[in-house]
């Protein structure tokens, strides 16, 4: 077929610029997967460079060919996905060193990824397949997806053949922010995203998912491409770690321990198995053990492979996260929104290595639905990321199940049986006793000055003004003093008001103060997200600032929110929604449910916002989009940040910059996390700034940026 005599003759540049895509998707094909090219590298060139020209961000400029529909295409694997032997005990441990190491004792270490398996396929350095690890000889095509996995690279830098293996994962801080509520755990999330044809409603998007690698297989010369150069040669594991680094794939991890005996190299292990036993519940992503392979490549060709695992690696697992306890109390919790949670209280029990003795039940509805009393023999788990929580009830608890129980100090546990009793949900407020309000499956205290909520409520002020000085214990002392009777009181408070609070040193007083004048000047958007209304992250009510401008113009709103829609003539009505709806849903992200918890929000708390508006100096929003300081800047995003990406780019974009996921010739900044790969490569080739997060974030505070273009000029911070 050839398809260069059909090139449009028109004028229209979307049919010239979809015609080069075609093109370009069909040769590539045929070069990158079938090795049997048609047209010359010229040529092909040729059509690359004028898409570039016509529409530089088009992503066929990064991408061969064109995928197929995830799920739709099944894959063999040139190489196996093998699993590894598996172990939980140290002497396990021990047994797989101590036959492993007849010849070198060296072994490379990564934490154990509690994801999805993905078989990443580069052609000549180019991404030309990805798959699952299935049944791991034959699993499904899944490359339109792996594509969108923010840290998967389109090229690598060396233009050869290979098959690079890892894990996908979800980071926690995403899951716990965006999915907790409708997934179990970020694993099954991370599988599901892979495989999913489409973008579904309530499912994850492969954007928030990570790729981390901890192997590379090279195709021989009888299968890989002609033009891909012979493979680097490596005599440990931990170089081809290295390797993978060095082209832009970021790794699982890559510790290497030696030792003169296995005593000592057992230690050493055992040793890494504790770490990151430590370490599980900070990780990014969910850990479930550590990976332990023989480092030096010419022993594991020797040792071979037991009929269903390879004999040089083993998979460490963490002990069992679910254990047997017995339900003491429950107590009734009430949070910043109103609603009152069941927080049970155990008899200490070591769960992975962590003594809990506090679990929660959630709401009033999983209590009934237990159907779990207080001396009731319960199962409670923990997952590395999440509280602790009770998933069965066993049975009734008996004496001996209080038996030989510490807490997590060490000094034993001495309470006795609790008397068998149902657990009684409370119809008022356990700290203001207001009548309590269902909701669903939950319950909720409506007092906005409930002692609990304004606790809370402060607390989230603070940290989303950045204060310091003000934690829970002083929270709770304002509160119960009755010195902070609502939010704006804050700013009532003086020096000898706090000094004379239990344990509140004059200069920590003092310091309390000068962190709430300092807090005084703020801009519509902190102040609202700061509100923590339901519903509003900080994100929303930056673009609502934007939106609406002024505080005034706020709350002129929120006093229409009740009104009438427009009726016709004939009594019909002439819009869906009222005007103060109607403004708010313009905004990028805002429906009809977060119009109306921002208005009801801000209704219900109209005297706090009006006193706080008369305390602090509310600033107008930074204008967005067409005024913003960053308005004509193109960022791209690259590597592991501290902030989720999604994120990023939403505050860049609040300030009127662009976010574009290739690097070109136009772009401006390169924003570069940690082991950030061949983007940071690209753009370094092309000269364009680099900036680190921190240099990011202090832009984002700039007022103003100097907007001369920065193509060929290194800048430093010092420019800005
Ligand atoms: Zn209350």
Excluded at 550 to 570: C, F, G, P, Y
Excluded at 687 to 705: A, Q, V
């Amino acid at each position: 077929m050839n398809m260069v005599d059909e090139r449009p003759t028109g004028e229209d540049k979307r049919e010239l610029v979809s015609w080069l895509v075609e093109q370009i998707s069909h040769h590539s094909d045929l070069y990158y997967n079938k090795a049997e090219p048609v047209i010359s590298d010229t040529e092909f060139d040729a059509l690359l460079s004028q898409l570039k020209i016509l529409d530089p961000l088009n992503s066929q400029l990064e991408r061969v060919g064109s995928d197929s529909a995830p799920g739709t295409k099944k894959v063999n694997h040139l190489f196996p996905m093998r699993s590894l032997d598996k172990a939980t005990g140290i002497n396990e441990i021990k047994h797989f060193i101590s036959e492993t190491t007849s010849q070198g004792r060296q072994f490379v270490c990564q934490p154990k990824l509690d994801g999805s398996a993905l078989s990443l396929e580069y052609r000549r350095g180019r991404l030309v397949r990805a798959a699952t690890r299935g049944n791991g000889s034959r699993g499904e095509d899944v490359t339109a997806n792996a594509r969108r996995i923010l840290n998967v690279p389109e090229s690598i830098n060396w233009k050869g053949d290979c098959h690079i293996r890892g894990e996908v994962v979800m980071p926690l801080s995403i899951f716990r922010e965006k999915y907790s509520s409708i997934a179990p755990n970020p694993r099954n999330l991370a599988a599901g995203c892979l495989r999913q044809k489409s973008l579904q409603a309530g499912k994850a998007k492969a954007e928030d998912l990570i790729f981390l690698a901890y192997d590379v297989k090279f195709p021989d010369i009888t299968t890989r491409h002609p033009d891909s150069p012979s493979p680097p040669q490596f005599t440990f594991d931990s170089e081809s770690n290295n390797w993978l680094s060095s082209v832009g794939i970021e790794i699982a991890g890559n510790t290497v321990v030696f030792a003169d005996n296995d005593d000592i190299m057992s230690q050493n292990i055992v040793s890494i198995t504790e770490y990151w036993t430590e370490e599980r519940q900070d990780a990014k992503w969910e850990i479930d053990g550590v990976v332990i392979k023989l480092d030096l490549l010419s022993k594991r060709d020797l040792l071979g492979m037991t009929a269903h695992h390879p004999r040089w690696a083993l998979a460490w697992k963490f002990p069992p996260e679910e254990a047997i306890t017995v339900l003491m109390n429950v107590d009734w919790q009430v949070g910043r929104t109103g609603a009152v949670t069941p927080v049970a209280r155990v008899a200490p029990v070591t769960v992975s290595g962590v003594t809990v003795e506090n679990v929660t039940l959630h709401n009033p509805g999983e209590v009934s639905r237990l159907q779990i009393s207080i001396g009731d023999k319960v199962r409670i788990v923990r997952r590395g990321d999440v509280i602790p929580k009770i998933i069965e009830v066993i049975d009734r608890a008996n004496i001996s199940d209080m038996d030989g129980r510490n807490h997590s100090d060490g000094t034993i546990f001495n309470e006795e049986l609790p008397n068998y009793s149902s657990i009684i949900i409370p119809s008022s407020c356990p700290r203001c006793s207001t009548k309590l309000i269902e909701d669903g499956a939950f319950i909720r205290c409506s007092n906005l000055n409930c002692p609990s909520r304004l606790e809370r409520t402060i607390l989230y002020w603070c940290r989303a003004l950045e204060m310091d000085g003000i934690g829970e214990k002083l929270a709770e002392q304002l509160c119960s003093q009755g010195l902070v009777q609502s939010l704006p009181d804050l700013y009532r408070l003086n020096v000898s008001d706090i000094s004379n609070l239990e344990r509140m040193a004059l200069k920590s007083a003092t310091n309390v103060v000068n962190e709430l004048e300092a807090s005084r000047n703020l801009t519509l958007g902190k102040f609202l997200s700061a509100l923590g209304l339901p519903g509003i992250g900080p994100e929303i009510a930056i673009s609502v600032a934007t939106k609406v401008e002024t505080i005034e113009n706020l709350l002129q709103l929120v006093a229409l929110r009740t009104e009438e829609i427009d009726i016709d003539a004939e009594g019909k009505p002439l819009h869906k929604h009222n005007r103060a709806i109607r403004e708010l849903i313009e905004i990028d992200g805002v429906g009809e449910t977060v119009a109306n918890q921002i208005l009801d929000g801000l209704g219900i708390r109209i005297e706090i916002v009006l006193d706080l508006s008369q305390q602090l100096q509310i600033y107008p929003e930074l204008k967005s989009a067409s005024g913003g300081h960053l308005t004509g800047s193109t960022f791209c995003i690259t590597g592991t940040l501290t902030r989720p990406r999604k994120e990023i780019a939403l505050s860049i974009k609040a300030r009127g910059g662009k976010v574009v996921s290739s690097i070109s010739g136009n772009l401006n900044y390169l924003i570069a996390g940690e082991s950030a790969g061949s983007k940071l490569e690209d753009a370094k080739k092309l000269g364009i700034t680099i900036l680190s997060e921190d240099e990011l974030n202090k832009i984002l505070k700039l007022k103003k940026l100097s907007l001369e273009s920065s193509v060929n000029t290194q800048k430093s911070l010092n420019d800005f």
